[in-house]
């Protein structure tokens, strides 16, 4: 099974921040990489696919990039909407995998 | 608009059985995978596997294998995932998701999640 690694697993912040979650990969996934918010009692959304492609209807200050085994969700200036917890996912291959999660709240 | 839509929360004893149903609308649906996810309580998202509605194909998460039975009916466009030997562990919100048939693709919808409780 493919591992995702996902850091910080919890991180606070203020509104206006910009925050960074990075999500490594136990082997290639090519750019098979999706990032989701989850906030409780709420279905997850995604918000990035493809590692970097914005999900019609995100927000404009969430982007992805990749770089060598590393991929990074960056939200340029927090929202107060944003404070969730935040998932990758691979789906280069089965058995679909997720990130144990980087729970974000407010400083 | 396209909807995933899910029974209601179901209370179980260790050792039986629970099936979850998800209807879908607002899209074809033998055009899509759905797939099953679930999160307990305090923990991340799991897997369990996903469903060709076209022809019934499925895939499991080999922790899953023997438990977990996938089956849809194309007539009413609903999935169903049936959950059996119910243990304490299995305790959590259980959701249903699609994605595009293939490899690669994102849960660009999900269903409102239903919460299975197992205890004595």
């Known amino acids: 099974d493919i591992q995702m690694t996902q850091s910080p697993s919890s991180l606070s912040a203020s509104v206006g921040d910009r925050v960074t979650i990075t999500c490594r990969a136990s082997?290639?996934?090519?750019?098979?990489l999706n990032w989701y918010q989850h906030k409780p009692g709420k279905a997850p959304q995604v918000l990035i696919y493809?590692?970097?492609t914005l999900q019609s209807g995100a927000p404009s200050r969430f982007s992805g990039s990749v770089s060598g085994p590393d991929f990074t969700l960056t939200i340029s200036s927090l929202q107060p909407e944003d404070f969730a917890t935040y998932y990758c996912?691979?789906?280069?291959?089965?058995?679909?995998?997720f990130g144990q999660g980087t729970r974000l709240d407010i400083k | 608009q396209v909807q995933l839509v899910q029974s209601g929360a179901e209370v179980k004893k260790p050792g039986a059985s629970v099936k979850v149903s998800c209807k879908a609308s607002?899209?074809?649906?033998?055009?899509?995978?759905i797939h099953w996810v679930r999160q307990a309580p305090g923990q991340g998202l799991e897997w369990l596997g996903w469903?060709?509605?076209?022809?019934?194909?499925?895939i499991y998460e080999q922790k899953f294998q023997g438990r977990v039975t996938m089956s849809r009916d194309t007539s009413i466009s609903t999935a169903y995932m049936e959950l059996s030997k119910l243990r304490s562990d299995d305790t959590a919100i259980y959701y249903c998701?699609?994605?595009?048939?293939?490899?690669?693709?994102?849960?660009?919808?999900w269903g409102q999640g239903t919460l299975v409780t197992v205890s004595s």
């Open positions: 998701a699609r994605s595009r048939v293939g490899t690669g693709y994102n849960n660009d919808y």
């Open positions: 607002g899209y074809t649906f033998i055009d899509y995978y």
């Open positions: 469903i060709s509605p076209n022809n019934g194909a499925t």
């Open positions: 082997q290639s996934i090519a750019t098979y």
């Open positions: 493809h590692s970097s």
């Open positions: 996912q691979q789906t280069y291959r089965t058995p679909i995998t």
